[in-house]
């Protein structure tokens, strides 16, 4: 059992860089696909309705700065990465990488969706006829990834 836990313990940089880049890459899936491809909905599309220039106005900017949150996410996952990559003593694992970037990409779902979504209201998923629905299923899709995420780990330290 020891030999587990030091294996877990080792594996740690590389967790964090997963878990922080996991984070980043899912808030990009969620502008990129949700706000902008999909146009389902917007940072403060709730509470400022796209019925006027001003604002929609508003709306991209607070999408930019959601945007650039996830890119300095991002940045930062790499750099832990590259820090990980570069010491001896932690072993490179795909399974727990990759299980990490869920981890990661389902927390943001998590919790984007209880703050943006149940506790500020600023937007839902996607607005309008079973919004609700729509809100607790993202939810569920992230708790999803990170069960998927936490069990691609703990299988990679039975191995």
């Not at 607070?62 to 010491?87: N, P, S």
């Amino acid at each position: 059992m020891e030999a587990k836990s030091t294996t877990l313990k080792q594996r740690t940089p590389l967790i964090i860089a997963g878990i922080v880049l996991g984070l980043g890459l899912g808030g990009f899936v969620d502008g990129i696909l949700l706000h902008q491809l999909l146009q389902w909905h917007h940072m403060l599309s709730n509470i400022r309705p796209l019925t006027n220039v001003a604002n929609e106005d508003l709306n991209m900017i607070w999408d930019g700065l959601f945007h650039a949150f996830d890119w300095v996410l991002t940045v930062a996952g790499i750099i832990l990465l590259w820090r990980a990559g570069g010491r001896d003593d932690v072993p490179w694992s795909s399974q727990t990488f990759i299980g990490s970037i869920l981890i990661g990409a389902g927390l943001f779902d998590v919790v984007e969706g209880l703050i943006d979504h149940q506790i500020l209201g600023i937007h839902h998923v996607k607005p309008g006829p079973n919004q609700l629905a729509w809100d607790l299923g993202f939810l569920a899709f992230g708790g999803l990834l990170a069960v998927i995420g936490w069990i691609m780990i703990k299988k990679d330290s039975i191995e």
